[in-house]
């Protein structure tokens, strides 16, 4: 009988575990890493694609190719059949998402000594909130994924479902608890009573993440120093107009980044330049577009986002990667006032999903924090806008999901497999 690999696919980061000995067992996908970034490079000139940690590092040190990062929120949209060239092949993302999947169960195997044909996998409880199409959509990509990858079948969970199976053991018998799962991509909620056996009552989800604060944070504070908002001159009329924002969205956006990268794009950047009152701020946009910088343009907003939460001060995020290096600064006034109205669709969630699972908020006493951005403090702040003095636990962020899915494993029935 083979071994069930768990595998949380998250949107930034992706973990690994299996059961055995009555115990969830997390793998090193890297050298002394549980988990690993989800991102993958491609050479510019054929070669192997790497992944995690060694693909930031290709980015980081300048290495001619092509970066992904946010694989996941590609799921359920047009963009996974958009074809690029990558690597010297024409791949699209089930091709890229596939291959990054399939590395994971390589290391795995190669790590354990074992071999995995099934996979049980975490998943967001909505993929997209708003589209339900979308979402089954999602799913059909995912499973497609696996199968490419190498598994023979792919059971799936829902993340903070998965998190509740793992954490809600250490809860006193009795209680009822709430999963915060805020990630890259997703928010996802869980309320479950704590017991020898943990009580999944509901879950419910929306699709905010740590990537989208990134997003409004570089979008209405780093793209100005771009060219948005700035005015063009008209030829033949003594009147100006505004530079097309959709350029700057995509630019801010961490799964649109790479098809930024086009002649297309390239003209219309020059064009804002030629015909701008203010060239200077797109002769940065051309740059970006030009030498491929949106990534670091990326991860330096990600920077920022961190240091405001941190420090909740004035930071300036550091360009150096521009011809013309620049320091942009960002508030922590101007932080809490682009989050804002996350701020409230999280307090919405929370407040659907204790309705979903006929409690009053003053029911629920623990709050089990999972997802790098359930550390931010809007979202701290948003959990006690609606619950009364809840006992928050922190203690396993990264590696609750993994450890649930685990353990979830061990309960499937193999005889359908």
Same mark, same amino acid.
Not at 94 to 110: C, M, P
Not at 112 to 120: D, I, K, N, S
Not at 311 to 331: C, H, K, M, V, W
């Given at each position: 009988?083979?071994?069930?690999?768990?595998?949380?696919? !998250?949107?930034?980061?992706?973990?690994?575990?299996?059961?055995?000995?009555?115990?969830?067992?997390?793998?090193?996908?890297?050298?002394?890493? $549980?988990?690993?970034?989800?991102?993958?490079?491609?050479?510019?000139?054929?070669?192997?694609? $790497?992944?995690?940690?060694?693909?930031?590092?290709?980015?980081?040190?300048?290495?001619?190719?092509?970066?992904?990062?946010?694989?996941?929120?590609?799921?359920?949209?047009?963009?996974?059949?958009?074809?690029?060239?990558?690597?010297?092949?024409?791949?699209?993302?089930?091709?890229?998402?596939?291959?990054?999947?399939?590395?994971?169960?390589?290391?795995?195997?190669?790590?354990? !000594?074992?071999?995995?044909?099934?996979?049980?996998?975490?998943?967001?409880?909505?993929?997209?909130?708003?589209?339900?199409?979308?979402?089954?959509?999602?799913?059909?990509?995912?499973?497609?994924?696996?199968?490419?990858?190498?598994?023979?079948? *792919?059971?799936?969970?829902?993340?903070?479902?998965?998190?509740?199976?793992?954490?809600?053991?250490?809860?006193?018998?009795?209680?009822?608890?709430?999963?915060?799962?805020?990630?890259?991509?997703?928010?996802?909620?869980? *309320?479950? %009573?704590?017991?020898?056996?943990?009580?999944?009552?509901?879950?419910? !989800?929306?699709?905010?993440?740590?990537?989208?604060?990134?997003?409004?944070?570089?979008?209405?504070?780093?793209?100005?120093?771009?060219?948005?908002?700035?005015?063009?001159?008209?030829?033949?009329?003594?009147?100006?107009?505004?530079?097309?924002?959709?350029?700057?969205?995509?630019?801010?956006?961490? $799964? %649109?980044?790479?098809?930024?990268?086009?002649?297309?794009?390239?003209?219309?950047?020059?064009?804002?330049?030629?015909?701008?009152?203010?060239?200077?701020?797109?002769?940065?946009?051309?740059?970006? /577009?030009?030498?491929?910088?949106?990534?670091?343009?990326?991860?330096?907003?990600?920077?920022? %986002?961190?240091?405001?939460?941190?420090?909740?001060?004035?930071?300036?995020?550091?360009?150096?990667?521009?011809?013309?290096?620049?320091?942009?600064?960002?508030?922590?006034?101007?932080?809490?006032?682009?989050?804002? !109205?996350?701020?409230?669709?999280?307090?919405?969630?929370?407040?659907?999903?204790?309705?979903?699972?006929?409690?009053?908020?003053?029911?629920?006493?623990?709050?089990?924090?999972?997802?790098?951005?359930?550390?931010?403090?809007? *979202?701290?702040?948003?959990?006690?806008?609606?619950?009364?003095?809840?006992? /928050?636990?922190?203690?396993?962020?990264?590696?609750?999901?993994?450890?649930?899915?685990?353990?979830?494993?061990?309960?499937?029935?193999?005889? %359908?497999?």
């Amino acid at each position: 009988m083979s071994d069930w690999l768990a595998i949380d696919f !998250g949107t930034s980061n992706t973990a690994a575990a299996y059961f055995h000995d009555g115990q969830a067992h997390q793998i090193q996908l890297e050298a002394d890493k $549980e988990t690993i970034p989800t991102a993958v490079f491609f050479p510019q000139r054929s070669g192997r694609m $790497e992944i995690g940690a060694v693909a930031n590092a290709a980015l980081i040190e300048g290495d001619e190719g092509r970066y992904m990062r946010a694989l996941k929120s590609v799921l359920g949209t047009n963009l996974m059949s958009e074809q690029r060239l990558l690597g010297g092949r024409r791949l699209d993302f089930y091709d890229v998402i596939s291959a990054f999947l399939g590395s994971v169960k390589s290391r795995a195997e190669a790590a354990t !000594g074992r071999t995995f044909v099934h996979a049980l996998s975490g998943r967001p409880v909505r993929f997209h909130s708003k589209h339900p199409e979308r979402n089954d959509q999602a799913l059909a990509d995912l499973t497609e994924c696996y199968m490419r990858a190498g598994f023979k079948a *792919v059971n799936f969970c829902p993340e903070p479902e998965a998190a509740a199976l793992s954490l809600g053991h250490r809860l006193e018998n009795g209680r009822y608890g709430l999963v915060v799962d805020i990630g890259g991509g997703t928010s996802d909620f869980t *309320v479950f %009573k704590a017991g020898t056996e943990i009580d999944i009552i509901t879950s419910f !989800g929306v699709r905010i993440g740590g990537t989208d604060f990134d997003r409004v944070l570089s979008y209405s504070q780093i793209m100005p120093h771009f060219g948005r908002g700035q005015r063009l001159t008209r030829l033949m009329a003594q009147d100006t107009l505004i530079a097309p924002n959709y350029i700057f969205h995509d630019l801010s956006t961490w $799964e %649109k980044i790479p098809f930024v990268y086009d002649p297309a794009s390239l003209k219309l950047a020059k064009e804002l330049m030629r015909d701008a009152v203010e060239p200077s701020k797109f002769a940065r946009l051309v740059d970006v /577009i030009e030498y491929q910088y949106g990534h670091e343009l990326a991860f330096a907003v990600e920077d920022a %986002k961190i240091a405001c939460n941190a420090e909740q001060g004035p930071y300036r995020a550091p360009l150096n990667f521009l011809s013309d290096p620049i320091l942009a600064r960002i508030t922590y006034d101007d932080f809490l006032t682009e989050v804002d !109205g996350f701020k409230q669709e999280l307090q919405d969630a929370m407040r659907i999903t204790i309705d979903q699972a006929g409690l009053t908020p003053d029911q629920v006493q623990d709050i089990v924090l999972v997802g790098g951005s359930s550390l931010m403090g809007f *979202v701290i702040d948003a959990i006690n806008l609606v619950f009364n003095a809840p006992r /928050i636990h922190q203690d396993a962020i990264f590696t609750a999901i993994v450890d649930g899915l685990a353990l979830r494993s061990a309960r499937i029935d193999h005889s %359908k497999n």
